[in-house]
C-alpha cells in the first residue's frame, strides 16, 4: 500500500487487489459491483480508487466510483 500511495507505483494495485478479490469472492458469492470509499484527500492517482477498479476487473464487475460522494471535508 506505501509504495502505491506514496510512492505512485500502479502495479501495486493489481497485487493488492488481486489478493483482495481472492478474499472476497468467499464473502461475497453474488458481487453485482464494486463501489470505492470517496478519497480523504486529494492525490493525483487516488489508491482506492486505483483498488476498487482492479477489484472489479478481478470479479468481473462494474466499478462504480460516483455512488458515494464526500460533501465536506474531513
Given at each position: 500500500?506505501f509504495?502505491?500511495k506514496?510512492?505512485?507505483?500502479?502495479?501495486?494495485?493489481?497485487v493488492?487487489a488481486?489478493?483482495?478479490?481472492?478474499s472476497?469472492?468467499?464473502?461475497?458469492?453474488s458481487?453485482?459491483?464494486?463501489?470505492?470509499?470517496?478519497?480523504?484527500r486529494?492525490?493525483?492517482?487516488?489508491?482506492?480508487t486505483a483498488?476498487?477498479?482492479q477489484?472489479?476487473?478481478?470479479?468481473?464487475?462494474?466499478?462504480?466510483e460516483?455512488v458515494?460522494v464526500?460533501?465536506t471535508?474531513?
Amino acid at each position: 500500500m506505501f509504495q502505491l500511495k506514496y510512492r505512485f507505483d500502479q502495479s501495486q494495485a493489481a497485487v493488492l487487489a488481486t489478493q483482495m478479490a481472492a478474499s472476497l469472492r468467499h464473502h461475497f458469492t453474488s458481487t453485482s459491483f464494486v463501489v470505492p470509499m470517496p478519497p480523504s484527500r486529494q492525490r493525483a492517482i487516488q489508491p482506492v480508487t486505483a483498488i476498487a477498479r482492479q477489484i472489479a476487473t478481478e470479479m468481473r464487475v462494474p466499478c462504480l466510483e460516483n455512488v458515494l460522494v464526500k460533501t465536506t471535508h474531513t
